[in-house]
């Protein structure tokens, strides 16, 4: 193994190879356990983007909104109206960010394919979404530090992605096909980020996580 590889998240190059499919390699991060994909086997952007673009995820679609309750439900009894909060990541078809609105928050949005306007990345939040998003990031050290800095003091990070199971093989794994999924989360991992960036993990359950900036 020639090239010189570090974990995306923590920085560390101490890591061993974790599983190997017909498309890419995946490797376990011995300091923050994250499991990633190297960089020479991502997608381009604009194969990204292809992808993206055939996801049908519509604010009027009831079992979409029914989905994204788990992570709307557990910010709602943590943080009341009228605060402010933006859906990093909103994706083609925003609607975490309606139904916020819906329910009497502010809201602004931010995805760097379909909402790119970085203005909102200067303002401040009590709170800020992360929906099915952290397993796209390339670089998500990067991506937390900005989110955390935008936060204001006691304000929530709200993160729903795909725990890596214990009840399966990771082989197994559904998340693992996509091929725009490069960063896998354990238990493990979020709290090593909890700590790392002085968080407290307040909450975690069905695949959302709540960290609240100290």
């Known amino acids: ?34 499991v990633f994909v190297p960089v020479r086997q991502r997608l381009s952007i604009d194969e990204e983007k292809a992808v993206y673009d055939l996801h049908e995820n519509h604010p009027d679609d009831s079992g979409y909104r029914k989905f994204l309750l788990r992570i709307f439900t557990a910010v709602c009894e943590r943080v009341k109206p009228p605060a402010f909060g933006m ?26 394919v379909y909402a790119s306007d970085e203005s909102v990345l200067t303002a401040e939040y009590n709170f800020i979404t992360a929906t099915e998003v952290f397993e796209h990031l390339f670089f998500p050290g990067k991506e937390i530090e900005k989110l955390i800095s935008i936060l ?26 996509d091929p725009t999924h490069v960063c896998f989360y354990t238990e493990k991992t979020f709290h090593w980020i909890a700590s790392r960036y002085n968080l407290r993990l307040n909450y975690s359950d069905n695949n959302v996580y709540l960290l609240q900036k100290k």
């Open 1 to 34: 193994m020639t090239d010189s590889i570090e974990c995306p998240l923590c920085n560390a190059s101490k890591y061993k190879h974790h599983h190997r499919d017909e498309r890419r390699d995946y490797y376990l991060c011995a300091e923050c356990h994250l």
């Open 87 to 112: 859906d990093f990541g909103a994706g083609p078809g925003p609607t975490l960010s309606l139904m916020f609105a819906e329910a009497g928050y502010g809201m602004a949005i931010y995805d760097p």
């Open 152 to 177: 204001k003091p006691g304000g929530w990070l709200a993160v729903m992605t795909g725990r890596i199971p214990s009840e399966c093989q990771f082989s197994d794994w559904h998340y693992i096909r």
